[in-house]
């Protein structure tokens, strides 16, 4: 396990379709994240998990988002009813934290999933 | 006004020079700074990070932090065509407890074009 992989890498969808994303972080890393980055800007965060349990949603995650780490190893993310302004690269990335210490924040991103909504 | 400010450019500089990047942050309870290379469709890269005030350096970059200022740079010396890419900058907050989760804000990434 070299890195962080994502599935698909590209996804194309009609409207009104649901679709989901899987994550696989690196193997020791505790803490996963999702981002969301459209062209011309910056990712965005949208949540993120420490081991299994989901810690933080942005506002940005609407009730037709959920993520889930079920066993703090691979995560998904589903879009349900997939609306055109969902279309964007899905960004999955993981950290570790040393025991009792501080995370730093340094992130390692997979390779994201291209989301095309039609 | 947004929490991390960078000039979204076109930057464009000749092989062999100097690159500046420069950021902004607005939240002065930031405690980790990071610039992040992305090619166009691809993930962001982490190439520096830096936590205290100052220069940091590595190989050609050489990332300062100026936290009165709130302002975070990136050299890059002895520019490459391979160096073309966006560079986003990020910035990892901690909460009123002084934890930090990792969780990064990003610019909107500057794009630096290194012509022959």
């Known amino acids: 396990d070299t890195g962080v992989s994502q599935d698909p890498r590209h996804k194309i969808t009609k409207r009104g379709q649901n679709v989901t994303f899987r994550c696989d972080p690196i193997?020791?890393?505790?803490?996963l994240y999702w981002y969301r980055q459209t062209l011309g800007q910056g990712p965005e965060f949208l949540t993120y998990?420490?081991?299994?349990?989901?810690?933080?949603k942005s506002r940005l995650l609407s009730d037709r988002f959920s993520a889930e780490r079920p066993k703090g190893s691979f995560s998904t993310l589903e879009i349900q009813r997939t609306e055109q302004g969902d279309s964007a690269m899905y960004l999955c990335?993981?950290?570790?934290?040393?025991?009792?210490?501080?995370?730093?924040?340094?992130?390692?991103f997979g390779e994201g999933s291209r989301l095309t909504v039609l | 006004q947004k929490e991390v400010e960078q000039n979204s450019g076109p930057l464009s500089v000749p092989e062999g020079a100097i690159a500046s990047l420069n950021c902004t942050y607005s939240?002065?309870?930031?405690?980790?700074f990071f610039w992040y290379r992305q090619y166009s469709g691809k993930s962001p890269e982490l190439i520096m990070s830096?936590?205290?005030?100052g220069d940091k350096e590595d190989g050609r970059f050489t990332a300062q932090l100026n936290k009165a200022s709130q302002y975070v740079s990136l050299l890059i010396r002895d520019s490459q065509p391979s160096d073309s890419a966006t560079y986003l900058c990020?910035?990892?907050?901690?909460?009123?407890?002084?934890?930090?989760?990792?969780?990064?804000?990003f610019g909107q990434g500057t794009i630096l074009t290194v012509h022959p």
């Open positions: 990335a993981s950290s570790s934290t040393p025991t009792g210490g501080w995370n730093t924040g340094e992130l390692f």
């Open positions: 193997s020791e890393h505790n803490r």
């Open positions: 998990f420490q081991n299994e349990a989901q810690l933080e």
């Open positions: 939240d002065r309870g930031s405690q980790s």
């Open positions: 830096i936590y205290s005030n």
């Open positions: 990020a910035v990892n907050k901690v909460d009123a407890g002084g934890t930090s989760y990792g969780k990064l804000t």
